[in-house]
């Protein structure tokens, strides 16, 4: 192995090797290589792209998103928006409204980028809405700065004391504080489920707070022709640089790189554990082994040869549709997963792109793209219970497939290795790791050994498609490097 990767290497040393080309990965290539350094990146699969990658998963000509599908928080991140990636092909899409929540009785609310249009739908909680959203800052460049930053870098938690009040609260309470009808309850509940928390857990709310603001501010868009099409722009912008890829290059030592000055790990706790174990000391070990992973994900992409029926047809005019019914029944599943059960009704996420991208599949015909949460590394086949739970919202679905093909915990993590038992967000999001991810240092993308960085999601600000965590741990590379 050790030769095989030096051997395919066009340099026998570099100023820098990356291991992983997830967007943090990429993100911390690109921070590098445009300072002049020469940079090279490992990638364990045939494709670049780690989450962000786009396969053909079912029939020939439907493009599925492997993980990653809608991108609030890319079109957002303030490190991307520093990127000429329109320039390399990158084009975002957005639906009539970002995300939808239906209910079984055939009613639905629709968020709109606007809060006030949004708000409108809401009943009795309308100027509840309208008054805690804008309440909370509405410049997204600034909020996202402070947002997105590592807490080192932050006067007070989440960077506005006024937004983190808000965001350490579990998303339970804030919703029962602030809104009486189950309209703008499940709303909430159903962005703030993306954290694979219990809604009664601290800090669950922050999840659901940022995704709604970012919905409001820059939308929930995806890009057009699927998620590789933002990986291939960071791609072509990091060649263009200078840069250099080689895939099918499993790192399973340090020792197998070729020299350099800087390491960047895009990868979890558990992998730096196995390939440079031996280099780290005693105590550091110890709080990545403690590092704790959340649930997993359960995901399912279908060919369709018709959009889904919903009950509701405004639920169609949705990029993303949250489906798990009212707030009591989205916190029973999610609590029964993190108590290790697989739950009857669960909460699914959707994303319908090809209803607003033509180049998702062809003729006539859509791909639908979802997952739930399971227990981390679960083995129990979710397809029925997910389907049961879309019948109920779309009467017919059922009858639209064409094919599906369905991916357990562990085939995710198969396919991506940071995925570990199918936890997409690079370790738990509870409040303890919230701000110490993956261990209690003042720079916690470095590592004790000199020139060893992490930059995957399990760092600062942690899961998401922001790029983050690379940029971050990159600049922090280069500011020891001089």
């Not at 403690?290 to 369709?304: E, H, I, M, N, Q």
Request: some cysteine.
């Amino acid at each position: 192995m050790t030769a095989n990767i030096k051997e395919r290497a066009k340099r026998n040393s570099y100023d820098a090797v990356v291991i992983g080309s997830g967007v943090n990965g990429l993100s911390a290539a690109i921070t590098l290589a445009a300072t002049g350094m020469s940079v090279v990146v490992l990638e364990a699969q045939s494709t670049i792209g780690g989450a962000c990658r786009t396969l053909p998963l079912t029939l020939p000509g439907f493009k599925h998103d492997i993980c990653s599908s809608i991108h609030p928080l890319a079109i957002g991140s303030p490190f991307f928006r520093t990127l000429p990636l329109e320039k390399y092909g990158l084009k975002w899409i957005h639906a009539d409204s970002p995300f939808a929540h239906p209910f079984e009785d055939g009613a639905a609310v629709i968020f709109h980028r606007s809060i006030e249009k949004t708000a409108a739908h809401l009943e009795e909680d309308s100027a509840a809405y309208k008054k805690l959203f804008n309440s909370l800052n509405p410049d997204w460049d600034e909020l996202s700065a402070a947002l997105l930053k590592p807490p080192h870098l932050l006067k007070y938690p989440f960077g506005l004391a006024h937004f983190g009040m808000k965001a350490l609260m579990s998303a339970r309470t804030l919703v029962e504080r602030k809104f009486k009808g189950r309209k703008a309850r499940a709303l909430f509940c159903g962005v703030a489920a993306h954290s694979a928390l219990r809604l009664e857990d601290p800090a669950s709310a922050s999840v659901g707070l940022v995704l709604s603001i970012a919905g409001h501010a820059v939308g929930w868009p995806f890009p057009e022709g699927g998620a590789q099409r933002l990986t291939d722009a960071l791609v072509a912008y990091f060649l263009s640089l200078g840069g250099e890829i080689i895939s099918e290059c499993n790192v399973e030592s340090l020792d197998d790189l070729p020299a350099s000055r800087l390491v960047m790990c895009d990868i979890t706790p558990r992998q730096l554990l196995k390939i440079a174990g031996d280099k780290l000391p005693q105590s550091y070990k110890g709080q990545l082994t403690r590092f704790t992973y959340g649930p997993g994900s359960f995901k399912v992409d279908w060919a369709l040869d018709s959009p889904v029926p919903w009950k509701n047809e405004a639920v169609g005019n949705a990029g993303t549709v949250h489906i798990g019914g009212t707030m009591e029944e989205i916190a029973s599943a999610e609590a029964a997963v993190v108590r290790g059960e697989h739950p009857e009704r669960p909460y699914i996420l959707l994303a319908q792109t090809s209803l607003f991208d033509s180049t998702r599949a062809p003729g006539n015909n859509h791909t639908l793209w979802g997952y739930c949460h399971v227990p981390n590394g679960s083995t129990f086949d979710m397809t029925e219970r997910i389907e049961d739970q879309i019948e109920r919202m779309a009467p017919g679905f059922r009858k639209t497939i064409l094919q599906r093909n369905a991916l357990s915990p562990m085939a995710m993590q198969e396919k991506n290795a940071n995925h570990i038992g199918g936890d997409i967000n690079g370790g738990a999001l509870n409040l303890g790791q919230l701000f110490t991810r993956p261990s209690i240092r003042a720079i916690p993308y470095s590592t004790p050994v000199p020139g060893l960085y992490l930059c995957s999601s399990s760092t600062p600000p942690g899961g998401g498609v922001h790029g983050m965590p690379g940029w971050y741990a990159a600049q922090c590379a280069l500011h020891n490097w001089r």
